[in-house]
């Protein structure tokens, strides 16, 4: 039965977590090697899953694969959960045979997703915390502190920072409605542009490869998904063409995503990877010489995976840098401001104090 869209937006909200996922592949894997076949395994699993939407969502499969459906098929059903990779190896396996392989390296793949995900939004908590609590306490030194603090000053003439600071502060009581709205709409309209605007996400993607530290860090990581995802597609006897094309519908930077397009068109022309890669600048060049290497030795696999390990760790690392370089920054941006509200109080205070004494 096709769903209607009220459905499809039910499945999104109701949609599993990353780690359900990981332990669905993981346990799977575990049952391949245990001899079970996949509807059973599928059963077994669904007897100790806890996530209502994953156990309806397991059943239909069950049901699919008892109608004659593969494992492959079942899960491409429900691609707002299951990536177009992740079903394209489990297709390959299902050729190949060696599906508890390839479901254990998903599984894999799949922690260290979670690993990376989670190591990011730890590196961004301390700063992001900082910040909302540094426009927080700004917000309500202008609009309830300041003001109090200036009728004090009667209709003395106040330095021209304090004017500049009161005025700021007016402006904050009378449109916070106004300026919530439009952050609001701001944050909005870029989630949509992006999604939406190939204009705006080419120029949004275009400043991620070019702002210094920033452009490391996408790089970095775009080098270990494309060494990672396609040492697994390799191995799980995805054919290259086949593999450039998942590559291209997985990354989301236009620039790389592109770039996988145009490695597909030359393959199918009949130049080998490296001869594809070895004029980009979006590829780190020990990478396109190792791939040159592996291609020469006919171990391309087995030196995609070692590599994906290297840009993995690098990845890790490169986050601890990026935040280790931004920390400083913002601390420095938060203490211009707080200086220049202090200034703004005290700068009048002395005034006062300086009338008083030459009286």
Same mark, same amino acid.
Request: hydrophobic content about 50%; glycine content about 6%; charged content about 20%.
């Given at each position: 039965?096709?769903?209607?869209?009220?459905?499809?937006?039910?499945?999104?909200?109701?949609?599993?977590?990353?780690?359900?996922?990981?332990?669905?592949?993981?346990?799977?894997?575990?049952?391949?090697?245990?001899?079970?076949?996949?509807?059973?395994?599928?059963?077994?699993?669904?007897?100790?899953?806890?996530?209502?939407?994953?156990?309806?969502?397991?059943?239909?499969?069950?049901?699919?694969?008892?109608?004659?459906?593969?494992?492959?098929?079942?899960?491409?059903?429900?691609?707002?959960?299951?990536?177009?990779?992740?079903?394209?190896?489990?297709?390959?396996?299902?050729?190949?045979?060696?599906?508890?392989q390839v479901l254990g390296q998903l599984a894999t793949e799949l922690e260290n997703t979670q690993e990376i995900n989670q190591k990011i939004t730890k590196a961004m908590t301390y700063p992001?915390?900082?910040?909302?609590?540094?426009?927080?306490?700004?917000?309500?030194?202008?609009?309830?502190?300041?003001?109090?603090?200036?009728?004090?000053?009667?209709?003395n003439e106040l330095p021209g920072i304090t004017q500049f600071m009161m005025g700021v502060s007016h402006f904050l009581q009378d449109n916070w409605s106004v300026l919530l709205g439009v952050?609001?709409?701001?944050?909005?309209?870029?989630?949509?542009? $992006?999604?939406?605007?190939?204009?705006?996400? #080419?120029?949004?993607?275009?400043? &991620? *490869?070019?702002?210094?530290?920033?452009?490391? /860090?996408?790089?970095?990581?775009?080098?270990?998904?494309?060494?990672?995802?396609?040492?697994?597609?390799?191995?799980?006897?995805?054919?290259?063409?086949?593999?450039?094309?998942?590559?291209?519908?997985?990354?989301?930077?236009?620039?790389?995503?592109?770039?996988?397009?145009?490695?597909?068109?030359?393959?199918?022309a009949g130049f080998t990877l490296y001869e594809s890669l070895a004029s980009s600048v979006l590829f780190d060049p020990i990478l396109v010489q190792i791939i040159n290497v592996g291609e020469?030795?006919?171990?391309?696999?087995?030196?995609?995976?070692?590599?994906?390990?290297? $840009?993995?760790?690098?990845?890790?690392?490169? #986050?601890?840098?990026?935040?280790? &370089? *931004?920390?400083?920054?913002?601390?420095?941006? /938060?203490?211009?401001?707080?200086?220049?509200?202090?200034?703004?109080?005290?700068?009048?205070?002395?005034?006062?104090?300086?009338?008083?004494?030459?009286?």
């Amino acid at each position: 039965m096709q769903k209607t869209g009220f459905d499809k937006l039910v499945q999104n909200l109701n949609k599993p977590t990353l780690k359900q996922k990981v332990n669905f592949f993981r346990l799977l894997a575990v049952s391949q090697n245990a001899g079970l076949g996949i509807r059973e395994s599928l059963v077994s699993i669904n007897k100790s899953e806890t996530h209502k939407g994953f156990r309806e969502m397991i059943d239909e499969m069950i049901i699919s694969l008892t109608e004659g459906a593969s494992l492959a098929e079942a899960l491409e059903e429900y691609d707002y959960f299951f990536e177009s990779a992740e079903v394209e190896l489990v297709r390959s396996a299902q050729v190949t045979g060696n599906m508890a392989q390839v479901l254990g390296q998903l599984a894999t793949e799949l922690e260290n997703t979670q690993e990376i995900n989670q190591k990011i939004t730890k590196a961004m908590t301390y700063p992001t915390m900082v910040l909302l609590m540094a426009v927080g306490a700004v917000v309500v030194i202008l609009t309830k502190v300041m003001p109090g603090i200036v009728e004090m000053f009667g209709d003395n003439e106040l330095p021209g920072i304090t004017q500049f600071m009161m005025g700021v502060s007016h402006f904050l009581q009378d449109n916070w409605s106004v300026l919530l709205g439009v952050l609001t709409i701001l944050i909005i309209g870029y989630k949509i542009a $992006y999604s939406k605007v190939m204009l705006f996400k #080419i120029f949004i993607d275009t400043l &991620l *490869i070019r702002i210094p530290v920033i452009k490391e /860090v996408v790089k970095t990581f775009y080098m270990y998904r494309f060494s990672n995802l396609l040492s697994q597609f390799y191995e799980a006897g995805v054919s290259p063409v086949v593999s450039l094309k998942l590559l291209g519908n997985i990354f989301d930077n236009f620039h790389y995503k592109k770039k996988m397009v145009d490695v597909k068109s030359d393959l199918e022309a009949g130049f080998t990877l490296y001869e594809s890669l070895a004029s980009s600048v979006l590829f780190d060049p020990i990478l396109v010489q190792i791939i040159n290497v592996g291609e020469n030795t006919g171990s391309l696999t087995n030196v995609l995976g070692k590599m994906a390990n290297f $840009y993995r760790n690098t990845f890790k690392n490169s #986050i601890d840098v990026a935040m280790s &370089l *931004i920390e400083p920054f913002l601390m420095m941006f /938060v203490a211009a401001i707080v200086g220049t509200i202090v200034a703004s109080i005290f700068l009048p205070m002395a005034d006062m104090i300086s009338n008083v004494q030459n009286m």
